[in-house]
């Protein structure tokens, strides 16, 4: 069933704080994956596991939910006239329409349904009921968008919380946190093609300033990661991939530059010394394998087509 937005407009204004948010939700999602406490919460994820793609994550999820709330200060004291309650309140409702819709085993039931039922499950371990307003359906363009930038920001934080000690700096996870950007980052420019003045695009555009910053933090005395790090500015264009998949012979050279950076053969040999780069290693980060082309077609909402060139970070 549909499930209709209660907002025509979204506001994106909770994003001026989110490395702070972001801060919250790591550490509740540290917290919620430990076992014991909460049974509220087992009553709530038997009752909805129809809903959830595996019981344990509806679980996970209810006890998140907890622990994200009352690390938000101002949305817990219902600080009202304040803007950082506002901000937090939109947080929340971002964060609710974000998990839920991402471990949903289908489109059956809405976000706002599913919130109402942890609430009444949760009396003892949340207690809480919100304001009817704060907990609604986000339109599924929306809540596209504020995916891809609160996974930008996720990999900024990241990326700045390595460059912070250049004596110990992991050389790989650098490399492929931003290549990841590019991912995310490629899906943002596309939507923001031409003369695109939305909420979103101006999100966009700070963003790109904030990662310029990183910058000025790969080269110093005594060390220098540029190798290691992917700018804004080089990530592969997705159009320069499609010319060359569909075969026209000029998009063949920049892909061969392209390969060389972004794949595993290009990055045995990434070193300005012309020196095979001995610090690259296998790892048990999670890779990042996406397709430009699904790139692209994600953002056109899934147009038909196939592609077998792959970005590949590493």
């Known amino acids: 069933m549909g499930c209709k937005p209660e907002k025509e407009v979204e506001s994106y204004d909770f994003f001026e704080n989110i490395e702070n948010y972001i801060d919250k939700v790591n550490k509740a999602e540290n917290s919620s994956s430990s076992d014991g406490g909460y049974s509220d919460c087992d009553g709530f994820s038997k009752a909805w596991e129809s809903?959830?793609?595996?019981?344990?994550?509806?679980?996970?999820?209810?006890?998140?939910?907890?622990?994200?709330?009352?690390?938000?200060?101002?949305?817990k004291a219902k600080s009202t006239r304040s803007k950082d309650y506002k901000d937090e309140c939109e947080f929340f409702n971002y964060w609710v329409n974000f998990k839920i819709s991402k471990n949903m085993i289908n489109e059956r039931d809405c976000v706002e349904k599913i919130y109402n039922a942890f609430e009444s499950h949760c009396i003892k371990d949340f207690g809480v009921i919100l304001d009817a307003d704060i907990i609604y359906n986000i339109n599924k363009d929306d809540l596209y968008k504020m995916n891809i930038?609160?996974?930008?920001?996720?990999?900024?934080t990241e990326i700045d919380?390595?460059?912070k000690n250049t004596s110990q700096v992991d050389?790989?996870?650098?490399?492929?946190?931003?290549?990841?950007?590019?991912?995310?980052?490629?899906q943002a420019s596309y939507i923001c093609n031409g003369d695109n003045n939305s909420t979103?695009?101006?999100?966009?555009?700070?963003?790109?300033?904030k990662y310029e910053q990183l910058y000025s933090k790969l080269v110093g005395q005594g060390y220098d990661f540029s190798d290691y790090f992917t700018?804004?500015?080089?990530?592969?264009?997705?159009?320069?991939?499609?010319?060359?998949?569909?075969g026209t012979v000029v998009g063949l050279i920049p892909l061969v530059g392209v390969l060389y950076k972004f794949t595993p053969m290009g990055q045995m040999f990434i070193s300005k010394n012309g020196i095979l780069n001995k610090d690259?290693?296998?790892?048990?980060?999670?890779?990042?394998?996406?397709?430009?082309?699904?790139?692209?077609?994600?953002?056109?909402?899934?147009?038909?087509?196939?592609?077998?060139?792959?970005?590949?970070?590493?």
């Open 51 to 75: 809903s959830f793609k595996d019981t344990q994550i509806a679980k996970n999820i209810c006890k998140e939910l907890i622990i994200l709330y009352n690390s938000l200060n101002n949305l």
């Open 149 to 156: 930038l609160y996974s930008l920001y996720n990999k900024y």
């Open 161 to 163: 919380t390595i460059l």
């Open 171 to 186: 050389k790989q996870s650098l490399l492929n946190l931003s290549n990841a950007c590019c991912t995310h980052y490629n």
């Open 200 to 209: 979103f695009c101006t999100k966009l555009k700070s963003f790109d300033l």
């Open 231 to 246: 700018k804004l500015s080089e990530c592969p264009n997705t159009k320069i991939i499609a010319t060359a998949v569909t």
């Open 280 to 314: 690259i290693r296998n790892n048990d980060e999670e890779m990042i394998n996406m397709s430009l082309m699904e790139q692209e077609n994600e953002a056109l909402k899934f147009q038909k087509g196939t592609y077998n060139i792959k970005y590949q970070s590493l």
